[in-house]
């Protein structure tokens, strides 16, 4: 006869062979029951809700009480596997919880049913280390008027298996819920010796069995962490000299300060050497310093999508615990955006990619578009492709959610598809097109709608204005058709690619290889630019430099934005880098770093292409071919790539950048040779704006020079809350708009641009 151990195990590790039931006979009522699940049995005679499986059920029955704590645990998780068996009793597909994993807990019956305007609450009592954990659940009211007192937990779940379990209590029993590992060990750091603490953590405060309140609660998500005492984020525990990062993080933090307005750095009191602050200098740390904080940067936390939005909604009420070790979040980005600023050690791997990633985690503002914001958490991670707008919403404005709310009823495609058409005919805003990136491979249809499934293989265009203030003027009639008005300004005659995408891997710059593949891509542009105009790279330098690295400079923000390109040190490097009679040395390449870097930005996934017309030259994405049409679409502010097809309709190849068509030439023409386009920070806003500079004068100004009087019958006011944004009225209509009525359709027409239809497939 079977041991009761090994009876146990074999029947609960899913054994599919009769075993000696003999062993359980103290338990002879359920096993028909328990043998019914543990030979994978797809389907019971008795139907699911006849089943009782609780703990509570279970402690009732007799038998040796060592058995009853042996089997309490195998019994959790017959709990989870009869709990995906239909009301019917026949097997259904397992479902996924869109946020929250693929834990079924529809059988543990501490899960009532939630009021309106509750959440649920864990209280983790106290205890030691090495206790077990033991929490009480306990459904409270969140809203204006109400508002408890708890910390939020931001993880990542780490391993997806459930081998660890946690006690949740009821009057004087208690039963066990399966956990990841990483939860387990984040509870024993979270957990106080002699005082309960409260804590709201999505994998055990929300019952992910219950759609209903399922889809309610992650709706609920940023009032949840919006309205928490704090939120702590958890990113394990101390190893690979994690104290020692946190460490040099609180040092840079003491040393110096950000403007997070102005993105610029200084000291943070007049005691600190002035060598902090020198930007062509490595902070005073040693290699195993930065070692420990390339370690640090590259766990698992930073990696999850759902992150960026709880950092955010949290504010300054974040802290980072590691292992014991804690750190404010504000501590944490400062020195994030400080180490990134200054250089580093070339000998880790990585760790500029890491950097990157943690520092677009910290600078988030609430304040960009969802095109931009999209673009920034394209590597972030989630199990739901779902997820990659849902995630997201409350990281940009009010304005720009499109008044999405969650709804896992509806496939990706049906999301994806939703969030364009509501961009462009609810908010008459078509600049989403721009995410669009033809593959080669299978992928949601039609092509107007972006698989944002998938990361793009492109980096997003920096700050583009090709339409510059027109809107959108498209029809779509629910056919798979979008039709949308626009002008094509040429076709591409020649293309050739020059990073494809995967090359490299994106900012690791590490290495003089890399360069010298960035150098070799770099050259191969330039020859075909030779070839095609012996003379072009004498004559347009400066336009080949700005299309190369997408006009990334300083000298178009003021004040300076130290972290683009200076234009005259570039331009030199640039025409040395072009000379190909010039053997270009290890040193200079590594001078020519900061341009290769923004040139790999730039080109990786891209093809070089020229155009029908003269001179001009631009970066499309690689799926590109010859006779694709250059267009300018109203209200999108990118120059897309459109592939006409038989029938006369186009699919969309993707964004491109074309030096000469990014400030809305197109549409407008050239800007007057004195007047430039600039981004100018505002003190009264405390914001950027983009306006236009008269270099002739010094003067800045809102209106675009190129416009005009307005229309007879319109005139403008000001903006109730933004003085620096026009408003439109028309006096015929008492309408008001902020729409420039300069670039409506037949406005433009009246200046003598050719729109036309394009039906976009």
């Known amino acids: 006869m079977e041991s009761k151990e090994l009876a146990i195990a074999r029947i609960f590790k899913g054994a599919k062979v009769r075993i000696s039931w003999e062993a359980l006979d103290a338990m002879d009522e359920i096993r028909d029951e328990i043998q019914a699940v543990a030979l994978g049995s797809d389907t019971l005679d008795t139907p699911m809700e006849e089943f009782n499986w609780s703990p509570e059920y279970f402690n009732q029955m007799g038998g040796d009480s060592s058995l009853r704590r042996a089997l309490s645990r195998p019994v959790a998780r017959v709990t989870a596997v009869v709990s995906r068996l239909s ?61 408890p007192s708890y910390h939020a937990l931001s993880y990542a779940w780490g391993s997806p298996n459930f081998d660890h379990d946690i006690r949740i209590l009821s009057g004087s029993s208690f039963q066990l819920l399966p956990v990841t590992e990483n939860l387990h060990i984040a509870l024993q750091h979270l957990r106080w010796l002699s005082a309960s603490r409260i804590l709201w953590i999505d994998a ?94 590259e766990r698992p936390w930073f990696e999850r999508l759902w992150i960026w939005q709880e950092v955010f909604l949290a504010a300054d009420r974040a802290e980072i615990l590691c292992g014991n070790t804690t750190v404010t979040w504000d501590v944490f980005r400062t020195a994030v955006y ?130 510059w203030k027109s809107f959108p003027h498209a029809k779509y009639d629910g056919d798979g058709i979008l039709t949308m008005t626009g002008v094509c300004v040429t076709r591409i005659t020649r ?24 150098y070799t891509a770099l050259r191969k542009v330039l020859s075909i630019l030779q070839a095609n105009s012996p003379l072009y790279l004498e004559q347009n330098a400066e336009m080949a430099c700005r299309t190369l690295c997408c006009n990334k400079f300083s000298y178009r923000f003021e004040p300076l934005n130290e972290s683009m390109l200076d234009f005259p040190q570039t ?35 891209r093809a070089f292409i020229v155009t029908h017309n003269e001179g001009l030259i631009g970066l499309a994405p690689e799926a590109c071919r010859e006779n694709d049409c250059i267009v300018i679409l109203l209200g999108c502010q990118s120059p897309m790539v459109l592939r006409p097809t038989d029938d006369g309709s186009f699919l969309v190849v993707g ?26 920070f505002d003190e009264e806003t405390k914001e950027w704006w983009g306006m236009f500079k008269d270099r002739d004068q010094g ?37 008001a708009t902020h729409f420039d009525p300069r670039m409506l359709p037949s406005s433009l027409r009246e200046r003598g641009v050719e729109l036309q239809d394009f039906n976009l497939v």
């Open 204 to 297: 055990v405060c929300i019952n992910q069995s219950d759609t209903e309140e399922r889809s309610q609660q992650v709706a609920r998500m940023a009032e949840v962490y919006r309205s928490a005492e704090k939120v702590v984020i958890w990113l394990g525990p101390e190893e690979n000299g994690s104290d020692l990062a946190l460490a040099a993080m609180a040092t840079i933090a003491s040393k110096l300060q950000v403007d997070w307005a102005r993105f610029t750095i200084n000291l943070a009191s007049e005691d600190t050497a002035f060598s902090w602050l020198d930007l062509n200098r490595r902070l005073p740390f040693d290699d195993e310093t930065h070692r420990s904080i390339v370690f640090l940067l």
């Open 655 to 680: 964004e491109c950048y074309v030096e000469g068509l990014m400030e809305g030439e197109a549409l407008l023409g050239p800007l007057p040779s004195n007047w430039r386009r600039v981004v100018r």
């Open 87 to 147: 009301p019917a009793g026949f097997h259904t597909r397992k479902e996924k919880h869109p946020r929250l994993g693929n834990r079924a807990t529809h059988g543990f019956p501490f899960y009532t049913s939630l009021p309106d305007q509750h959440i649920r609450l864990l209280e983790l009592l106290p205890g030691a280390f090495e206790d077990p954990i033991c929490v009480k659940l306990a459904p409270v009211e969140l809203g204006p008027q109400q508002k």
């Open 571 to 605: 331009m030199t490097r640039f025409l040395r880098l072009a000379d190909s009679t010039e053997e270009v040395s290890y040193d200079f390449l590594w001078e020519c770093s900061f341009f290769l870097n923004k040139f790999y930005e730039c080109a990786v996934g």
């Open 699 to 735: 003067v800045c100004q809102v209106e675009d020079p190129r416009l005009g009087p307005l229309p007879k019958g319109w005139y403008e006011v000001e903006h109730p809350k933004q003085p620096l944004r026009a408003v439109f009225r028309d006096e015929t209509k008492d309408v």
């Open 495 to 518: 293309s050739c690619d020059i990073l494809p995408a995967g090359s490299l891997e994106l900012s690791l710059l590490e290495q003089y290889s890399d360069l010298r593949v960035l």
């Open 338 to 467: 400080c180490l990134e600023a200054h250089p580093r050690p070339d000998t880790y791997l990585g760790i500029n990619r890491a950097l990157k990633r943690a520092r677009q985690i910290s600078v988030q503002s609430g304040g960009q578009n969802l095109r931009r914001t999209l673009a920034d958490t394209k590597h972030a991670q989630c199990s739901d492709p779902r997820d990659r707008i849902f995630a997201i919403l409350y990281l940009v404005p009010e304005y720009h959610r499109l008044d999405i709310q969650p709804d896992y009823s509806k496939s990706a495609a049906e999301v994806f598809r939703n969030v364009m058409l509501r961009s462009i005919f609810n908010k008459m805003n078509a600049d989403i097109l721009s995410c669009c990136e033809v593959r080669s491979e299978p992928t949601i249809s039609p092509s107007w709608v972006p698989d944002w499934a998938s990361p793009r293989r492109c980096e997003t265009i920096g700050q583009p204005r090709a339409c």
